[in-house]
C-alpha cells in the first residue's frame, strides 16, 4: 500500500504533467488540423444556451479556485484571512462552481448520447472525457461533506502542502496526504489522469482561449435578408 501511495502521489503527477505539456506540444506541432473544440452545435442548438455556460463557467471557476487555493502560500492572505475561513469559502465557492459542472456536464453528456444527429458525430473520446469531467465534479461536491468535518482547515492544508511539494519538486510529496479520506484521493487521481489524456482529446481547445477577442476591432454582423 505504501508503495502504490507513493507511486499514485509521488511519481504519477510528473508523468500526468509531462505527458500534459510535451503531449500538448506535439499535437500543436505536427497535428493541427485536429486541434479543434469539436463542437457540435451546427447540429443541434437544443439544450446548449443552459447546458454550455453551466459546464464552461463552472468548470473555469473550478479550475482558478483549485489554482490559488492550492498553490498559493499561506503567508500571503493569513493576515486577512485564516485557515479555517478560506476552507468556509473553498466550500461555497467550489460547491456552487462545482453544482454548474456537474448539471452543465450531465445535461451535455446526456445531449450527445440520446440526439442522434450529435450522437453520430460523437466520438468514444468525446464521451469519455465528458463522462470523466462529470465524474470528477460529482467526486469535489462529495468532498465538500468531508471538509465540514474539519472546519479549522486541517484537512485541507495537508492538500495544499501535497499541491505546493509536488510543483516545487520536494521530495516525500505523498507524505502530506497520510489521513486523508479516500474521496480525496480518488479526485487526485482522476484529477491527474485527466491532465494524461488532455494532448489525446479535444480538451486541447483549451490552449487556443480566444484572448485576442477583448483587443481586436469591433465587428458589425448583420443577418443576411
Known amino acids: 500500500?505504501?508503495?502504490?501511495?507513493f507511486l499514485l502521489f509521488s511519481i504519477y503527477p510528473y508523468i500526468a504533467g509531462s505527458v500534459f505539456l510535451l503531449g500538448s506540444w506535439l499535437r500543436y506541432d505536427y497535428g493541427q488540423y485536429s486541434w479543434r473544440a469539436g463542437s457540435s452545435q451546427i447540429m443541434d442548438k437544443k439544450g446548449l444556451r443552459i447546458?454550455?455556460?453551466?459546464?464552461?463557467?463552472?468548470?473555469?471557476?473550478?479550475?482558478?479556485?483549485?489554482?490559488v487555493g492550492l498553490l498559493t502560500p499561506h503567508w500571503m492572505y493569513e493576515s486577512f484571512l485564516s485557515i479555517s475561513a478560506k476552507q468556509q469559502l473553498a466550500m461555497v465557492a467550489g460547491g456552487i462552481f462545482g453544482a454548474m459542472t456537474l448539471l452543465?456536464?450531465?445535461?451535455?453528456l446526456k445531449r450527445r448520447l440520446t440526439n442522434p444527429r450529435v450522437r453520430a458525430?460523437?466520438?468514444?473520446?468525446?464521451?469519455?472525457?465528458i463522462a470523466?469531467?462529470?465524474?470528477?465534479?460529482?467526486?469535489?461536491?462529495?468532498?465538500?461533506?468531508?471538509s465540514a468535518q474539519h472546519t479549522d482547515g486541517s484537512e485541507m492544508m495537508k492538500l495544499v502542502g501535497w499541491a505546493q511539494a509536488i510543483v516545487s519538486f520536494h521530495a516525500g510529496a505523498a507524505a502530506h496526504l497520510d489521513g486523508v479520506a479516500l474521496i480525496y484521493r480518488l479526485h487526485i487521481v482522476l484529477g491527474m489522469t485527466l491532465f494524461l489524456i488532455f494532448p489525446f482529446c479535444r480538451l486541447v481547445h483549451i490552449w487556443s482561449a480566444p484572448v485576442e477577442?477583448?483587443?481586436?476591432?469591433?465587428?458589425l454582423v448583420r443577418n443576411r435578408r
Open 213 to 219: 477577442y477583448l483587443t481586436r476591432r469591433y465587428q
Open 132 to 146: 470523466l469531467l462529470v465524474a470528477q465534479a460529482a467526486l469535489g461536491l462529495g468532498t465538500i461533506f468531508f
Open 51 to 67: 447546458a454550455s455556460p453551466l459546464f464552461h463557467i463552472g468548470i473555469i471557476g473550478i479550475f482558478f479556485g483549485h489554482f
Open 121 to 129: 458525430t460523437s466520438s468514444t473520446g468525446d464521451l469519455l472525457i
Open 1 to 5: 500500500m505504501s508503495f502504490l501511495n
Open 104 to 108: 452543465g456536464g450531465a445535461m451535455l
